[in-house]
Nanobody, 126 residues
Framework: VQLQASGGGLAQAEGSLRLSCEIS????????IGWFRRAPGNQREAVSC?????????YYSAPVKGRFTVSIDNAKNTMYLQMNNLKPEDTAVYFC???????????????????WGQGTLVTVSA
């Protein structure tokens, strides 16, 4: 199993970036997947989570709701995170993750510690 995150970089405030997470050898019908981030000096936090490939009601954390959109290209087995109206506080290393064990509700996302991508750095300048 491999999760390969990419798409990070430098953006200006109010700009956009799209992150990709290519997922290999994993049945997305049986795994929850999501995006997490760790800002400097902070703990890792969930950004957006899907209960599986067909989840129509993803979880979004409060700071990103309305600005970020998660999606899956089933043909490519790739998860995306479209990030619009970026803010300096979005600066962080972003990780994608997958787990067969998860708790995803309206105001929380917790994935079991199974599979993680290597992280991609997003830096937003004011």
């Amino acid at each position: 199993v491999q999760l390969q995150a990419s798409g990070g970089g430098l953006a200006q405030a109010e700009g956009s970036l799209r992150l990709s997470c290519e997922i290999s050898d994993l049945d997305l019908d049986r795994y929850a997947i999501g995006w997490f981030r760790r800002a400097p000096g902070n703990q890792r936090e969930a950004v957006s989570c899907l209960r599986g490939r067909d989840d129509l009601n993803p979880y979004y954390s409060a700071p990103v709701k309305g600005r970020f959109t998660v999606s899956i290209d089933n043909a490519k087995n790739t998860m995306y995170l479209q990030m619009n109206n970026l803010k300096p506080e979005d600066t962080a290393v972003y990780f994608c993750a997958a787990s067969s064990s998860s708790i995803i509700a309206r105001n929380m996302c917790v994935l079991g510690d199974e599979y993680w991508g290597q992280g991609t750095l997003v830096t937003v300048s004011a």
